[in-house]
């Protein structure tokens, strides 16, 4: 059965880094993959697309790389700032009805 | 402003009421979810709905009933609440292009004791 995994469960980084967030999959090839923020006590908002046949996509201090061979998608938070903090959800899926999540990594920015 | 409502923030219920939790969409979305989220564990899909009477069970849907009746709204039932169906709820929304953003509700802490 599909699979997802983000690296980890928890990461702390110095404020001004650059974070670096990890999905992989397993047993399934997406079309595409969506990454979401959530606040605690929130709903998740979303953030980013990226499509198969896309290596990279930026939004601001936000970029995604999407490596089919690999089967991962990286996340960048490029000078990271405390309001980065939150927890973040990578969703690969493919086209149709069912739509399913990574555990999260929750991110910890440090002043 | 796009909104998926959630009835309830936060519910307390004893074990084994029958418990709905109710979710309304005003962006005229096809497809409609419910998740839970515990510590751990991350978002779980229980039912979802690609249309209006259409239901699919997700990973998790033992213990749970839905039911869509109409568009804007997707209701999740508990038909004999459970402690461990203690949980974050949150409902979904999407069109049906399906590779296109979701959009969650504030989520709905239940409690059952």
């Known amino acids: 059965s599909q699979k997802i995994e983000q690296n980890s469960e928890a990461l702390n980084i110095q404020e001004g880094k650059t974070a670096t967030l990890t999905c992989n999959y397993t047993n399934y090839s997406p079309a595409y993959l969506q990454w979401y923020r959530q606040d605690p006590g929130r709903g998740p908002v979303f953030l980013l697309l990226i499509r198969e046949n896309e290596k990279e996509k930026r939004k601001e201090r936000l970029k995604v790389t999407f490596d089919t061979t690999l089967k991962q998608s990286l996340f960048h938070i490029t000078a990271s700032q405390p309001a980065d903090s939150a927890t973040y959800l990578c969703a690969p899926n493919n086209y149709g009805q069912n739509f399913v999540f990574g555990p999260g990594t929750r991110l910890s920015v440090l002043p | 402003d796009v909104k998926v409502t959630q009835s309830s923030r936060y519910l307390v219920k004893r074990t084994g009421e029958k418990v709905f939790l109710e979710c309304v969409q005003d962006m005229d979305h096809e497809n409609m979810f419910w998740y839970r989220q515990d510590p751990g564990l991350g978002l779980r899909l229980i039912y979802f709905?690609?249309?209006?009477?259409?239901?699919e069970k997700g990973d998790i849907p033992e213990g749970y009933s839905v039911s869509r009746e109409k568009k804007e709204r997707f209701s999740l039932i508990l038909e004999s609440a459970s402690t461990n169906q203690t949980s974050m709820y949150l409902c979904?929304?999407?069109?049906?292009?399906?590779?296109?953003?979701?959009?969650f509700g504030q989520g709905t802490r239940l409690t059952v004791v």
């Open positions: 979904a929304s999407r069109n049906r292009a399906g590779n296109t953003e979701a959009f």
């Open positions: 709905s690609y249309d209006v009477k259409m239901k």
